[in-house]
C-alpha cells in the first residue's frame, strides 16, 4: 500500500538555524499539506499546497516558513531561523485529485528539537 | 468558540462496552468529515469518512448532521486495542484547509 514518506524521523537543531524537513507524498496526489502538533497539543493545520502553489495558510505560517516541490516527488517546509517554541512534531499529509476522494493521509511525521 | 469542538474526554471504559463520542463544528461551510484515531507520538490514521446517510464499518458508525452541525462515532464492543485519542476533522475543501479538534482520549480497561 502506498504511504507518505517523511525524513528525517527526528532533527535537533540549535536556536536560529535553518531547517528542513521532506516529505514523499503518494505518488498520484495533487494536493500536499504540512501540520503541526506540539507535545501533548492538538493537530495544527499550517499549509495546504496545490498546483505549485500555496492554496492556504493558517496564521502560525508566517514568514519564517516556506514550503515548496522542487521536483516531481518531494515536498518541503523550511523554517528560515527556528525558535525555541518551533519544537513539535512535523507531519506531511496528501490527498488524491479532486473528486476522488477528500481524505488526506499522513506521514509518520518529524520530531523537530530546537535547543 | 474552537471551530471544531470534541468531548474532552478522558474516556475510561471496560472491554466490550459501546461508547460514542460527539464533535461540533461552527462553519457552515464545511464539506467533508471525517475520524482519525492517533495513537501515542504517532501520525493521525484515517478511521473513516463520515457521510450524512451514515456509514459503518464493523464495530464503528459514524454519523452527520449538517443541520446542527454535529458528528458522532460510536465504537461499539470496544477491544483494547481501541484505546487511542481519536480526532474529528472538518475540511473545507474549497479553501484546501483541514481543522482538527482537540481530540478525545479512549482507554478500554480489561
Known amino acids: 500500500e502506498p504511504e507518505v514518506t517523511q525524513t528525517p524521523s527526528h532533527q535537533v537543531t540549535q536556536m536560529g538555524q535553518e531547517v528542513i524537513l521532506r516529505c514523499v507524498p503518494i505518488s498520484n496526489h495533487l494536493y500536499f499539506y504540512w501540520y503541526r502538533q506540539i507535545l501533548g497539543q492538538k493537530v495544527e493545520f499550517l499549509v495546504s499546497?496545490?498546483?505549485?502553489?500555496?492554496?492556504?495558510k493558517s496564521e502560525i505560517f508566517d514568514d519564517q516558513f516556506s514550503v515548496e516541490r522542487p521536483d516531481g516527488s518531494n515536498f518541503t517546509l523550511k523554517i528560515r531561523s527556528t525558535k525555541l517554541e518551533d519544537s513539535a512534531m512535523y507531519f506531511c499529509a496528501s490527498r488524491p485529485p479532486a473528486g476522488d476522494s477528500y481524505e488526506q493521509y499522513f506521514g509518520p511525521g518529524t520530531r523537530l528539537t530546537v535547543t | 468558540r474552537k471551530e471544531v469542538e470534541q468531548d474532552p474526554g478522558p474516556f475510561n471504559v471496560p472491554e466490550g462496552a459501546t461508547v460514542a463520542f460527539n464533535c461540533t463544528y461552527s462553519n457552515s461551510a464545511s464539506q467533508s468529515f471525517f475520524w482519525y484515531r492517533q495513537d501515542c507520538r504517532k501520525e493521525p490514521k484515517l478511521l473513516m469518512s463520515v457521510y450524512s446517510s451514515g456509514n459503518e464499518d464493523g464495530r464503528f458508525t459514524a454519523q452527520l448532521n449538517r443541520a446542527s452541525q454535529y458528528i458522532s462515532l460510536l465504537i461499539r464492543d470496544s477491544k483494547l486495542s481501541d484505546s487511542a485519542t481519536y480526532l474529528c476533522?472538518?475540511?473545507?475543501?474549497?479553501?484546501?484547509?483541514?481543522?482538527f479538534g482537540d481530540g478525545t482520549t479512549l482507554t478500554v480497561k480489561p
Open positions: 499546497f496545490y498546483n505549485n502553489e500555496i492554496s492556504e
Open positions: 476533522v472538518v475540511n473545507i475543501v474549497s479553501a484546501g484547509k483541514s481543522t
